[in-house]
């Protein structure tokens, strides 16, 4: 393990592969890479690219990074596809889509299932971006599955949030929906040279006029990522925003807060672990039968096989 450690500090991508392999699979020894890795990072800025499915992140991932590689800067990517409920599977198809980048050293790209989490992202998604992190990638960019309007847990993670927006679609509500919409650091109106662009802008803006006095409004930009148009703006745009960060003090709060959502979150996952494996199968099967039956409450259940470890 030492060995590997000390060939991933030096740069080694191989043990980056590796390290990040047991990482995502959840393993005692991934959790003890973490632990060695984890005082390495710290350094990154990560950022968050989500929208709905269709709106081209996975486009404008890859361009995003192109432009980062012309300014000379290093880019790790971790792109997460969405599981099959059925086979858990997942074709990992945002590889694809990002083809030219494979041979260019500096960049390195992660695809992740998404295994059934909610939230657009894979559960071992913030030990994975650690490991990234301490690799020292001037960038990390996230791309999360796209499914939805609710995929806020990118917001935990990333210090920039990029909210890509697609013109046409016929929805002329979608752009009034709270939720995914509020987490947004940045708004990318993709796919510009689309007629409906400047309608989807104009909506955009509207609705970031009903913010309360005195918050900061996101940039709204329009991009077209398959042809290179907007990228600039948009990597310009991210920097004033960690600048932001850093000179109002909003980047160690947002730091404390991400190492919150990740404390609870992994004593959530540890908690229901010993549960699992303090109570037989067939104890389970019977109080899922109970409740089933309408004989218990799911609450009451709940605190029966949370008893066995919390006492």
């Known amino acids: 393990m030492d060995e590997l450690v000390q060939r991933f500090l030096s740069g080694d991508r191989r043990a980056l592969a590796r390290i990040i392999s047991r990482v995502e699979n959840g393993t005692p020894e991934g959790r003890e890479y973490v632990r060695a890795l984890f005082p390495h990072s710290g350094k990154t800025h990560i950022i968050g690219v989500t929208g709905g499915a269709g709106s081209g992140k996975s486009t404008l991932t890859g361009a995003l990074a192109g432009e980062y590689r012309k300014r000379g800067k290093t880019v790790g990517i971790v792109a997460v596809d969405p599981s099959s409920p059925f086979t858990k599977g997942a074709i990992l198809g945002d590889r694809i889509r990002m083809q030219d980048l494979t041979l260019d050293p500096g960049v390195y790209m992660r695809s992740m299932a998404g295994r059934g989490a909610l939230g657009g992202l894979a559960p071992s998604i913030a030990n994975v971006v650690a490991v990234m992190d301490a690799f020292g990638f001037d960038y990390v960019l996230v791309e999360t ?11 935990a993670t990333a210090m920039t949030t990029i909210l890509v927006n697609n013109p046409g679609t016929g929805d002329d509500i979608q752009a009034l929906k709270a939720g995914i919409i509020e987490i947004a650091d940045i708004l990318v109106v993709n796919k510009a040279d689309h007629p409906a662009a400047d309608i989807l802008v104009s909506q955009l803006r509207a609705l970031l006029a009903l913010s ?8 709204i930009l329009k991009t077209t990522a398959t042809k290179g ?21 909003q980047l160690a709060k947002h730091q404390e807060e991400d190492a919150r959502h990740q404390v609870l979150a992994i004593t959530r996952q540890i908690v229901l672990e010993r549960i699992r494996a303090a109570t037989p199968d067939e104890e389970l099967e019977a109080l899922v039968k109970r409740v089933a039956a309408r004989e218990l ?13 919390l006492i």
């Open 145 to 155: 599955i796209g499914a939805g309007q609710d995929e806020v847990e990118i917001a």
């Open 212 to 219: 309360p006095a005195g918050s900061r409004r996101p940039q």
């Open 297 to 309: 409450d799911p609450h009451s259940a709940a605190e029966d096989l949370a008893a066995s470890v």
């Open 229 to 249: 148009e907007g990228l600039e703006e948009l990597a310009d745009a991210i920097a004033e925003h960690y600048q932001y960060l850093d000179e109002t003090g």
